[in-house]
């Protein structure tokens, strides 16, 4: 994980106390997403496990439904065995939790020694995450090369942890450059959007790249 300046990459902190290099400790994070279902308590439940196995932070999904997804994709029949609602619209929904329960949950978190994050997925949903203060904010693969969205969370001037599952070396060096102009506390995440992912796709030596990292670190 690394951010940049002069040319050097260096690193950042996530709080006074929390600093993210290569000097310092492995920054675990629990990827609880949706997996609980809707439900509060089953939040609460992996909270407490995560908790339980000493990482260093929960994180969960944050949608505006209107703004992420087409009238017609929300309104297309969603009726598999893992179906929340008839519609797929219904079934996100489902899986929505309220502003007063990413409250509580941000609470509960810090409360069992944790950070709380969560994946804004579109610019209303990163508005209120900063409106109660996440560290940082972290954006899944899917936007990684959603310039408009990354500009916006590069704003706010918290650190940025980007998934590069679904990007080519070349988009991701484009993304830095441009983010970096903004904000440069970003950490880059290997990893491979494919689940269960093949051992022979995992391609962690990517991290080892130091030419891979030399071009991404420079400065735009």
């Known amino acids: 994980m690394h951010s940049c300046s002069e040319h050097i990459c260096r690193g950042f902190n996530i709080t006074a106390t929390r600093r993210i290099d290569d000097n310092s400790p492995c920054f675990i994070v629990a990827e609880i997403g949706q997996n609980h279902q809707g439900d509060i308590n089953i939040a609460r439940r992996l909270i407490d496990l995560a908790a339980n196995s000493e990482v ?5 999904q944050k949608s505006y439904l209107p703004k992420r997804f087409t009238k017609e994709a929300l309104n297309q029949p969603y009726t598999g065995e893992n179906s929340w609602g008839s519609t ?14 990413f409250r509580n949950l941000k609470l509960y978190a810090e ?4 950070f709380f994050a969560a994946t804004g997925m579109d610019k209303v949903s990163v508005d209120f995450l900063n409106s109660i203060n996440v560290p940082l904010f972290k954006v899944g693969s899917a936007d990684a090369t959603n310039l408009p969205l990354l500009k916006h969370i590069a704003t706010f001037q ?20 441009i ?9 880059l995440l290997q990893c491979t959007s494919c689940y269960p992912t ?3 796709n995992v391609n962690l030596n990517v991290i080892k790249d ?6 991404v670190c420079n400065d735009p």
């Open 56 to 60: 260093d932070c929960v994180k969960f």
């Open 88 to 101: 797929y619209g219904e079934h996100r929904n489902y899986l929505e939790f309220s502003k007063e329960d």
């Open 111 to 114: 409360n069992r020694g944790l």
């Open 158 to 177: 918290k650190p940025i942890f980007i998934s590069t599952g679904m990007s080519t070396e070349r988009e991701v060096q484009k993304m830095y450059k």
């Open 179 to 187: 983010i970096s102009r903004e904000n440069n506390c970003i950490a």
């Open 198 to 200: 093949p051992i022979q």
């Open 210 to 215: 130091k030419k891979f990292l030399q071009v």
